[in-house]
């Protein structure tokens, strides 16, 4: 099974993608992370990827669909894979298909994560990530706290705040996704197979979405 989750960034994308992997048992491929995990190792890609990433723009496509390309090649996704975060622009859906259309495959369910824009700057700015590149996990300190301040309840690394996770750097990461991905929920409504949530402080947060998609999968 092929998932895209579809969102602006603080919408919850990564815990939802972390709760279906897990419930779904189909690896999550986040290009944030890769390209995070590159930063810390100072790699030429993490070079080129952190000038875009710390101005809230998007790293360019062909290098973009590159990685996703040498990834989806993998054995562990063989059988299915949570893309988080990518595609994020038409020209990278339009690639994921030719690219997946090569092995008889294609897109499943597409997630469409929204939250009102007041709650993501917010939201952004109480979120703290696991520095354990393993682990990942995603917090909040306000909504979703760990149980012991600053560290990570899975594995017990401590948590630390995205250096792209500023008010600043949010307003144009928002203003990104406006242009270039949000033209993505046309495209997959066309497609017929897109699934929108609405994650909010005022309805359901990320965790009870992750559950209600997974029942909704499973056919309960
Ligand atoms: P968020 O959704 O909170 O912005 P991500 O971890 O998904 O967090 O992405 C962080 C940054 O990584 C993005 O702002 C962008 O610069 C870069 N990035 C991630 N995925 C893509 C992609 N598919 N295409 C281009 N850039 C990407
Ligand atoms: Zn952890």
Known sequence: MIIIMLGAPGTGKGTVAGILSEKLGIPQVSTGDIFRKNIKEETELGKIAEEYISKGKLVPDNITIEIVKDRLNEKDVENGVILDGFPRTLGQAEELEKILIKDNKKVDM?????????????????????????????YN?????????????????????REDDNPETTKKRIQTYLDLTDPLIEYYTNKGNLFTEVVSKNTKLGKQVAEDIVSKIKGE
Do not use: F, W
């Not at 929204?114 to 990942?136: F, G, M």
């Not at 012991?148 to 899975?154: H, P, R």
């Open 110 to 138: 597409v997630i469409n994560l929204t939250t009102p824009e007041e709650e993501i700057i917010e939201r952004v700015s109480n979120r703290r990530v696991c520095s354990n590149q393993d682990c990942k996990a995603v």
């Open 141 to 161: 300190v306000v909504l979703n706290p760990p149980k012991e301040e600053g560290i990570c309840d899975k594995c017990g690394s401590h948590l630390v705040k």
